[in-house]
Structure formats: C-alpha cells, structure tokens
C-alpha cells in the first residue's frame, strides 16, 4: 500500500531554499509518476512538478521553472523538491501525490496523497 509522508517544510525568508521530501513507506519502487502541487488559502490546489518513474522526464509549471528542481531516489523510494528563490507567492501547503504512470498536471490524475507540509516565506 502506497503511504506518502511529506518532509521539509518550514518558515524562510525571501530568496531563501528549502528542500521537501516525499518518502513513499509502501512498495512503488519506480513504478509510479510523482508529482508536487500546492494550495495557498483560498486557492485552488496547483500543480507544481512532476517526475516519471526513471526521473528521466521532468515538468514544471511556470510559476516555478527555473527555481525549483524536483528529483527522485528510488532505491530509497523518496521524491524530492529543491525550492530556490523563494518568494512570499510560493507561500502554500505542498503535498506529494503518486499514481500509475500517468505523466499529467491534473490533481485528479494521482491516486495516492500525502498529507502535506506547510512551506511560509515571508517578505
């Protein structure tokens, strides 16, 4: 069974890094597409990255390309998201999501959740 825990969230300072971590405690192994979304207050959940299972393919939306990186160990089955240049927008709840291989920007495309960490940048 696919159990996501997120890690690495926090409170940093505009133009600041953090690291966020998705380790994945059942068996998805390299199977399965990963992807970070986020969801400030009163907004709607949003896609951030994805990453198919071999990590040889990457997307990203806009608002992030070029300053955050997402990666993945499978031996250690853990996801990771670099987060560089922070800015107060980038403000939200980030949650790590799994599925079957599907490689979409959709929320409703991933099957399995995380249960999110809090990311706070202040200006």
């Known amino acids: 069974q696919v159990q996501l825990v997120e890690s690495g969230g926090g409170l940093v300072q505009a133009g600041g890094s953090l690291r966020l971590s998705c380790a994945d405690s059942?068996?998805?192994?390299?199977?399965?597409?990963m992807g970070w979304f986020r969801q400030a207050p009163g907004k709607q959940r949003e896609f951030v990255a994805a990453?198919?299972?071999?990590?040889?393919?990457?997307d990203y939306a806009d608002s992030v390309k070029g300053r955050f990186t997402i990666s993945r160990d499978n031996a250690k089955n853990t996801v990771y998201l670099q987060m560089n240049s922070l800015k107060p927008e980038d403000t939200a709840v980030y949650y790590c999501?799994?599925?079957?291989?599907?490689?979409?920007?959709?929320?409703?495309?991933?099957?399995?959740w995380g249960q999110g960490t809090q990311v706070t940048v202040s200006s």
């Open positions: 999501a799994g599925n079957n291989g599907v490689f979409m920007r959709t929320a409703a495309s991933y099957e399995y």
């Open positions: 990453i198919r299972g071999n990590g040889g393919t990457t």
């Open positions: 059942g068996r998805t192994g390299s199977m399965y597409t």
